[in-house]
Nanobody, 119 residues
Framework: QVQLVESGGGLLQAGGSLRLSCAAS????????MGWFRQASGKEREFVGS????????YYADSVKGRFTISREKTDYTVYLQMNILKPEDTAVYYCAVSTIGSSDYRFWGQGTQVTVSS
């Protein structure tokens, strides 16, 4: 198992910036990639971006490309989501998730952290 704890959510105005953190514990040696997802009220959960743990390569959804940046701190198994030029449509609960070596899906999920962006 891998346990994940998100933090850094909050309330801010459009155009602002926020950095979310996700700390992993447990069987961290098995991490292949860590991803960020979000779910707005009344909508399906959607993919935001991901980072490969070993090489650090990233992938982003078109909706956040150029505004959001994913990074990682390998020494303490923490992944970050730097969010810039935030828009009201970015309002959602943000979740981090882990895919493990030998799997193709995200098996472990955090509790989520709320991000609210006002006009």
């Amino acid at each position: 198992q891998v346990q994940l704890v998100e933090s850094g959510g909050g309330l801010l105005q459009a155009g602002g910036s926020l950095r979310l953190s996700c700390a992993a514990s447990g069987r961290t040696f098995s991490i292949n990639a860590m991803g960020w997802f979000r779910q707005a009220s009344g909508k399906e959960r959607e993919f935001v971006g991901s980072i490969r743990w070993s090489g650090g390569s990233t992938y982003y959804a078109d909706s956040v490309k150029g505004r959001f940046t994913i990074s990682r701190e390998k020494t303490d198994y923490t992944v970050y989501l730097q969010m810039n030029i935030l828009k009201p449509e970015d309002t959602a609960v943000y979740y981090c998730a882990v895919s493990t070596i030998g799997s193709s899906d995200y098996r472990f999920w955090g509790q989520g952290t709320q991000v609210t962006v006002s006009s």
